[in-house]
C-alpha cells in the first residue's frame, strides 16, 4: 500500500483510497478498501483485474450484479482451463 493510500485509509476516506489504488495497479488493495467500504461492485471487478475471479463471485453477488457475476463466472472458468494446462 503507498504512502498516499495508507493516509486516505486513516482519515477513512476508504473510497478516494481505493480509488487511487487502483489507479496505481494495486488491484488487491483497492478491492479490500472497496469492499470494506461495502462497494461490493467495484470490490468484483478490483478482484478480476487482479486474477481473483473466486473472490469475484462473491463480491457480484452481494452487489446483486447478474452481469459482474456471469463475467466472474466465465473469468474462473478460463483461470480454472488456464491451470489444468500447466
Known amino acids: ?10 482519515e477513512e476516506r476508504l473510497l478516494e483510497a481505493a480509488e487511487l489504488a487502483s489507479r496505481g495497479g494495486d488491484h488487491a488493495t483497492a478491492k479490500k478498501l472497496f469492499e470494506r467500504a461495502c462497494a461490493f461492485g467495484r ?3 478490483e478482484a478480476l483485474f487482479a486474477s481473483c475471479p473466486e473472490d469475484a463471485i462473491g463480491l457480484a453477488a452481494e452487489a446483486r ?9 466465465f ?4 483461470y480454472g482451463a488456464a491451470r489444468e494446462r500447466l
Do not use: H, I, N
Open 65 to 73: 450484479d447478474e452481469d459482474l457475476v456471469e463475467a466472474s463466472l
Open 43 to 45: 470490490a468484483a471487478k
Open 75 to 78: 473469468a474462473l472458468e478460463g
Open 1 to 10: 500500500m503507498s504512502p498516499e493510500v495508507a493516509a486516505l485509509v486513516r
